[in-house]
């Protein structure tokens, strides 16, 4: 079957979601050893159908730029809860009794 510009970019995209699902980009090596890829796309087919993995980079970047910046966004730093905040705070000091005498009033 022909590599047509439909089938590159069927495949930019799924292979683009695989990629920000993992959250970045494995090397050829390290994708043809990953056990949950998408089924039907191993590295083989990937460079048949675009011609090598650099190229298919290339591809996913300038086809899909919103799953390319999904895949590169850098994680938001989380916010403490409340529980975390109150760990950390320290014990109030205990307030003077009033009065000048030290009785109170």
């Given amino acids: 079957m022909a590599a047509t510009a439909s089938r590159r970019r069927r495949l930019t995209r799924e292979i683009g979601m695989f990629f920000a699902e993992l959250g970045y980009i494995p090397s050829r090596r390290d994708y043809m050893r990953l056990s949950n890829r ?3 796309l191993n590295a083989k087919e ?4 675009c011609g090598s993995w ?9 086809e899909q730029p919103e799953i390319w910046e999904l895949i590169h966004k850098a994680p938001e730093p989380k916010k403490p809860t409340i ?8 014990p109030a000091k205990k ?10 009033i």
């Fill in 95 to 104: 307030a003077e009794k009033e009065g000048d005498d030290g009785k109170d």
């Fill in 83 to 90: 529980e975390e905040k109150m760990e950390k705070a320290k």
């Fill in 46 to 49: 990937v460079d048949r159908i």
């Fill in 38 to 40: 998408p089924k039907f």
């Fill in 54 to 62: 650099p190229r298919m980079l290339g591809m996913l970047e300038k």
